[in-house]
């Protein structure tokens, strides 16, 4: 059975940090390019960032870029996403998606190229 159980999520001031943590099980997660994407209420799924399998690729949104840092420890079918830096925007529930195409600029942020999903995890960010 595969899941995506995503965690870390939560309250935070505006300036805080956030560890968001996506546990994969079910599925061979090496052979995967992982992603987070975010959606706030009343506005469309964006692609946050991505990782290739391997780590050696990774892709950030602009609105993110500098602030969010992804990365993925394959011993532990594990995905990451630090968020620093944290703004009032950022507020959303995240999501960690798993992709079994090779990912590239121009694709990643794609949620059609995904086949498995996660349930979620909220953040929330007030001033």
């Known amino acids: 059975q595969v899941q995506l159980v995503e965690s870390g999520g939560g309250s935070v001031q505006t300036g805080g940090s956030l560890r968001l943590s996506c546990a994969a099980s079910?599925?061979?997660?090496?052979?995967?390019?992982m992603s987070w994407f975010r959606q706030a209420p009343g506005k469309e799924r964006e692609g946050v960032s991505s990782i290739s399998w391997g780590g050696g690729s990774t892709y950030y949104a602009d609105s993110v870029k500098g602030r969010f840092t992804i990365s993925r420890d394959n011993a532990k079918n594990t995905v990451y996403l630090q968020i620093n830096s944290l703004k009032s925007d950022d507020t959303a529930m995240y999501y960690c998606a798993a992709s079994r195409w090779r990912l590239y600029s121009g694709s990643w942020q794609n949620h059609h190229n995904y086949i498995y999903w996660g349930q979620g995890t909220q953040v929330t960010v007030s001033s």
């Open positions: 079910g599925f061979t997660f090496t052979n995967y390019d």
